[in-house]
């Protein structure tokens, strides 16, 4: 049978719904382009600058001791220096975690509400094409850095298998009715509390009036959101040929556990179960495994020049680079429809903090990986102030598809060539 000359993709609409038809054997690829997505990870401890950052600028930089890990990919990725968001002190010291996707000020203090992060701005944008328009990961507990734009926190998943499950492990018939009949009461109790509002709006003020309008609207959200959850619940989940990993429960092993979740993303992307994936590198809060440290990475970090805790500090953080760099082998090496998911995918790789030791926001360790960019760089930025982060954010969601001029606290958008 001759094949369709149809996308890769047929989506059906309905209702503000949008969803992706699974792979069809009568699909050619002939044409087409593989969709554009987004990895997030951050290491919350920051990187020791001095064993981050290249001396030199330009594409002939010479790579720094942490560079050296993965330079065989530096024609797939830009280093980046001088960047970093503006007024980060807030309640406690490591509070910029919580704004590192956000860029709002003054994290922790009274009063103070999030903004919408990287992730689920392009999550939004792209929708429920895929069964999960977003997948947040941590290595240690489910705080996240990911917020609605309600400044809600995202939990991250810090279970391998767990997440292996709800990606690929069909239930059984029972637990998959009980499921839907879930999805389908949630529908009817929302259907009842929006005929209550209704009710309401014309026995109450114009300022309560607009509170029930804003109240209405979250309702009509969330159902909308049911809606895509209750029909992606009834498709297959895709089949992969890989077990289900084993949860690292020690949390002394933060490498095992950071290469756990790596490990998941290749697949993730390529069976198009998510196409924005975020991970948080969290502190483990024990002594680390495998390394001559005799006290945690947080007390590392806080070395204050001490050049035994900075040796010990440059051991784990070394590691955790050459960890970041199996995701990009696996990802070059992995195909979509012609070219690597490296080529499709772009991946933000850095920390909130630029200098742990005093817990610094400023010139944070940023490096952006794949994508449609021209790569091979050190590019940096100076002036008496930091160019705004947010400048790159919103390059790296116009290239998800999502046409703005600003995000954050951003002045414009970065260009390189």
Known sequence: MKDLEINRRLFLRASGVVLALPMLESMSFASAKPPARMVN???TLGLYADSWFPQTEGIAYEPSEYLKHIDAFRDSYTVFSGLGHQNQTG???HNSEITWLTSAE???LDGFVNTISLDQAAADHIGYVTRFPSLVLATNNPQSQSYTKGGVMVP???SPSAMFTKLFLQGDPTTVTRETQR?????SILDHLQSETASLLPQVSHSDRQKLDAYYEALRSAERELISVRAWHNQPKPAVNQESPVDIED???LVGRFRSMLNLIPLILETDSSRVVSLMIQDHGVVLNGFDAVVDQHNLSHHGQDESKIEHLRQVENAIVKTFGELLTSLSHRHDDGSSLLDSTTVLFGSNLGNANSHSALDLPILV???PFAH???IAYKGETNTPLSNLFVTLLRTIGLEIDAFGHSNEMLHWT
């Open 41 to 43: 990870i951050c290491a």
């Open 91 to 93: 309640r406690q010291a």
């Open 106 to 108: 003054h994290p922790g």
């Open 156 to 158: 991250a998943e810090t």
């Open 183 to 187: 999805l389908t009461d949630g529908g």
């Open 251 to 253: 949390r002394a092993d």
């Open 369 to 371: 990986a794949g994508g």
């Open 376 to 378: 091979g760089q050190h």
